[in-house]
């Protein structure tokens, strides 16, 4: 009724359907970590760049806060895609407020790149502020209030931050 095992070992078979089904397993495994590690540098990437476009729009909100002169937005209120406005150049010193020479500066959107444009009186500096933006917007909320909005497109998803300005001063 009951069969004795054998001494000699495995049968052909039961070894080759042993190595079939452990090599199914491993498949499966390795092919968990590699997803897995897919989404984790998907994840790093993605908070990398929200950071990135976190940090730009603190300096956006900072030179913004301290200009005196933002250029008219449309008559919606809002501009769409560039940013300009007048500040006191801050590398000059304070020595005398009305005599400090001031610097336009003006952030635009050119596919999909942020730019940061500054002109002052003898020369205009072009860098790259962000990448991947997907669209940018001023509103005016009062005279002296401003929304500014950025989109980012990670991945064909879009995050958007919202941050409110008050400017100090201004005409």
């Not at 080759?16 to 499966?28: A, G, N, Q, R, W």
């Not at 908070?47 to 300096?59: E, G, Q, T």
Request: positive net charge; charged residues 25%; glycine residues 6%.
């Amino acid at each position: 009724m009951f069969r004795r095992f054998r001494k000699r070992g495995a049968t052909l078979i039961e070894v080759m359907v042993s190595l079939f089904v452990v090599s199914c397993l491993l498949t499966v495994f390795a092919d968990l970590i590699s997803r897995y590690y897919m989404v984790v540098q998907y994840q790093e990437r993605k908070d990398r760049n929200i950071a990135s476009m976190k940090m730009v729009m603190d300096m956006m909100a900072g030179e913004l806060e301290e200009s005196l002169k933002v250029y008219d937005p449309d008559s919606d209120g809002s501009m769409k895609g560039e940013i300009s406005f007048w500040r006191y150049d801050p590398d000059l010193p304070d020595s005398k407020l009305g005599s400090r020479e001031g610097v336009m500066i003006r952030y635009y959107l050119d596919s999909g790149i942020l730019y940061r444009e500054v002109k002052k009186s003898s020369s205009t500096t072009v860098t790259q502020a962000s990448h991947d933006v997907a669209g940018f917007s001023i509103e005016r909320q009062h005279q002296l209030s401003y929304t500014l909005k950025m989109s980012l497109n990670e991945s064909n998803r879009i995050y958007t931050l919202s941050r409110d300005v008050c400017l100090k001063s201004g005409f």
